[in-house]
């Protein structure tokens, strides 16, 4: 039998299966109460809108030969052209010249780590940070660098170099839920000037906020200060999974053109371009009913927010802590130092029957073990309700255990 592990390639080694990815097959039993992944809730898709884009498309000869047909690779131009008017209600002006269309915002990453990472260069990252990142980029072989937090821990980043790009997601972010607030922004665009890095924005929960004031996007403040995006250094990466529906696998780029064309030519040797029909239906669904949509789906995310909080409150021990977001999917759980939270997701799933994320998958060097990502997106006020109180019940023992063991 061939030894195929001798014959991969170095980068294959850094290459792992995602946690949540196999957590997600424990939807499959319905007994368990599930925090794990951040699953829109598929009652809020627009199923009827769908349906009736396939149908008016597939119906009509000449718009069926259009969408069943080899396309272009930069992305459907109805579509790009609708984003460019979209990204400019956020303050981004650009035209359709500065977008390219991606097989969700999963892919995007992907190709931003093929553009710019070499082996062993710097890569700049939250701790924690999103875990589909660190997969889209390990592959490439980056060393992983946090942001600093003083003008010493910078000075030793920059003595290794520019990082090949920091990347960031302003608005709830996966998986704390935390935004950046102005000031907060403006650091971030400040260190990228200093360190001269591009920036990578993640803006996959931007329109999933609940209260509090919108904050612009830094491709916006940075399009501000340079009078425009081409010349500025973020890169923008926007998806409608969260918004519209992920099985439609559309995302898109907003860059400036110089690495636009150089987008166009990864995409033509990775995919050629993405489902020509399934861009022509979301340009038809997104631009009929994503902003309307969006009512429905902030009540019903915001609602689902208030019942896990308010079920921390009541059953967390006191010596845990979480944050409290003002949108997007997520809360962040912080157990008492000492604890796995590995460990607690195996005894939750056995004695329990509950499931989240514990917090080590989004921490590069694989720390912050004593931490943990709570989804309230897809499940009743009641199921949030019974799963906080048995999780809540199952540390509070775990806790009392260590307590004792210590004595």
């Known amino acids: 039998m061939l030894d195929w592990d001798a014959h991969y390639a170095a980068r294959a080694s850094r290459m792992a299966a995602s946690e949540i990815r196999e957590l997600l097959k424990l939807l499959d039993q319905p007994d368990i109460i599930s925090f794990a992944g951040g699953i829109p809730d598929p009652e809020l898709f627009p199923l009827d809108a769908i349906r009736a884009s396939y149908d008016g498309i597939l119906s009509d000869p000449a718009r069926a030969a259009l969408a069943l047909q080899y396309s272009v690779s930069e992305g459907y131009a109805p579509l790009r052209q609708w984003l460019a008017d979209y990204m400019g209600t956020l303050g981004v002006p650009c035209d359709a010249d500065n977008i390219i269309i991606t097989n969700g915002s999963q892919q995007a990453l992907e190709f931003l780590g093929r553009l710019f990472i070499n082996p062993d260069s710097q890569v700049m990252v939250a701790r924690p940070t999103y875990l589909g990142a660190l997969q889209a980029f390990n592959s490439y072989q980056p060393t992983y660098v946090p942001f600093p937090e003083t003008a010493e821990d910078e000075a030793a980043i920059a003595a290794k170099g520019s990082p090949r790009f920091g990347y960031i997601m302003p608005d709830f972010q996966n998986p704390t839920g935390v935004s950046l607030t102005m000031e907060q922004r403006l650091a971030a665009l400040d260190l990228a000037e200093r360190l001269d890095m591009p920036l990578i924005e993640d803006a996959a929960y931007e329109k999933l906020r609940y209260e509090g004031d919108a904050l612009p996007p830094l491709m916006a403040i940075e399009a501000e200060r340079k009078g425009g995006i081409d010349n500025g250094r973020v890169i923008y990466s926007g998806t409608f999974s969260k918004t519209v529906v992920p099985a439609l696998r559309l995302g898109w780029l907003v860059a400036p053109k110089a690495v636009i064309s150089k987008l166009v030519l990864i995409k033509q040797a990775s995919d050629l371009h993405t489902s020509t029909l399934n861009q022509m239906?979301?340009?038809?669904?997104?631009?009929?009913?994503?902003?309307?949509?969006?009512?429905?789906?902030?009540?019903?995310?915001?609602?689902?927010?208030?019942?896990?909080?308010?079920?921390?409150?009541?059953?967390?021990?006191?010596?845990?802590?979480?944050?409290?977001?003002?949108?997007?999917?997520?809360?962040?759980?912080?157990?008492?130092?000492?604890?796995?939270?590995?460990?607690?997701?195996?005894?939750?799933?056995?004695?329990?029957?509950?499931?989240?994320?514990?917090?080590?998958?989004?921490?590069?060097?694989?720390?912050?073990?004593?931490?943990?990502?709570?989804?309230?997106?897809?499940?009743?006020?009641?199921?949030?309700?019974?799963?906080?109180?048995?999780?809540g019940a199952?540390?509070?023992?775990?806790?009392?255990?260590?307590?004792?063991?210590?004595?």
């Open 281 to 391: 239906v979301m340009y038809e669904v997104a631009s009929k009913t994503m902003l309307s949509n969006l009512e429905r789906i902030r009540a019903t995310y915001n609602q689902r927010r208030h019942a896990t909080l308010n079920a921390l409150e009541k059953y967390m021990p006191a010596s845990v802590s979480w944050t409290k977001p003002q949108g997007g999917m997520f809360i962040w759980v912080t157990l008492p130092d000492g604890m796995d939270g590995a460990e607690v997701l195996g005894r939750a799933i056995q004695d329990a029957r509950v499931a989240f994320v514990p917090g080590s998958a989004f921490f590069a060097d694989r720390s912050g073990r004593n931490t943990l990502r709570l989804s309230f997106s897809l499940m009743t006020d009641a199921r949030i309700d019974e799963g906080i109180k048995r999780l």
């Open 394 to 407: 199952l540390l509070s023992t775990m806790i009392g255990e260590a307590q004792q063991a210590a004595e």
